[in-house]
């Protein structure tokens, strides 16, 4: 989990007619700019953050591919229903004569994104141009974490650590309260991701399940001589993404009532040697 916050001194003049194009790409229909409200973030930097962990440059450059799209969330007690904005671009920002380790320049990953100006969303509107919300949580899962002095993953060296191949960016969240900010909270790395699994554990295992009974469900009217524990077994070892793109899959299947696709049983061999160790962050 890292913290970012929601870009202060910039005047949203409003969105532009480049913005609106981007927006409406992930909308039903189009918007309109004044049914849109429009914000900016720094989602996170190059920097060596408070747990002696970085992001080259590198790794910041896939995570504005990752984060494009991606949800934000109003996690506030005021708030009851589930407001989100969404990031509709994303970029990278060298800051001028700054920079960090490596010699890199002091680069930031930041974010635009939008809500619509609906009755709902009046007060999350108000509390962010107000300033009051203005920090946000922002969590990804990266495949490697190395030393930065000798590019191994587990060593003896009191060094930072590098962030390497980020793989997801999640949903970010507006944290309600500023807790914690400089308050020195040094966590350990296998606490985190002790605490980071167990919460992706807890939500992976329903998601998971559900996934996984509508891939049985669409198989058995695609493939119904496809024995239940065959295909049970066959999906264990299965990425979410990859049980969720195969549901899919095979829902489109049901629907058009095709004959059965033996090439599904190809598909997902062999994709996903490697991956079974990524950290989330
Ligand atoms: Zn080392």
């Not at 494009?68 to 989100?84: M, P, V």
């Not at 329903?206 to 996934?211: A, D, F, I, T, V």
Request: glycine letters at 8%.
């Amino acid at each position: 989990m890292k913290e970012g916050y929601v870009a202060e001194g910039i005047r949203e003049e409003g969105p532009g007619p480049e913005d609106m194009e981007k927006i409406n790409r992930y909308t039903r229909r189009p918007f309109g700019e004044e049914e849109v409200f429009v914000f900016s973030m720094v989602l996170c930097d190059n920097q060596v953050d408070r747990d002696g962990e970085r992001f080259p440059a590198a790794s910041l450059e896939k995570l504005r591919e990752l984060f494009l799209g991606k949800t934000c969330i109003f996690d506030h007690q005021r708030s009851s229903s589930n407001q989100a904005a969404r990031i509709f671009d994303t970029a990278l920002e060298e800051v001028p004569g700054e920079s960090v380790g490596d010699g890199e320049p002091l680069t930031r990953l930041t974010a635009r994104a939008y809500l619509p100006r609906t009755k709902g969303n009046e007060e999350v509107i108000a509390l962010i141009d107000s300033g009051m919300l203005k920090e946000v949580s922002v969590s990804c899962a990266v495949a490697r974490r190395v030393c930065s002095l000798c590019g191994k993953e587990e060593c003896e060296h009191d060094a930072p650590r590098l962030l390497l191949e980020p793989t997801d960016a999640y949903e970010c969240s507006f944290v309600a309260v500023p807790a914690q900010k400089g308050a020195g909270v040094t966590k350990h790395y296998a606490d985190k991701q002790w605490r980071a699994l167990e919460e992706e554990a807890r939500w992976g295992r329903k998601y998971r399940e559900s996934l996984t009974a509508d891939v049985l469900k669409y198989s058995a009217l695609v493939q119904p001589e496809l024995p239940r524990e065959v295909m049970k077994s066959a999906v264990k070892g299965l990425s979410m993404e990859e049980l969720a793109s195969m549901g899919r899959t095979y829902e489109k299947m049901a629907q058009k009532a095709l004959p059965l696709k033996p090439q599904l049983a190809v598909e997902k061999e062999g994709r996903f040697e490697g991956q079974n160790r990524e950290y989330r962050i």
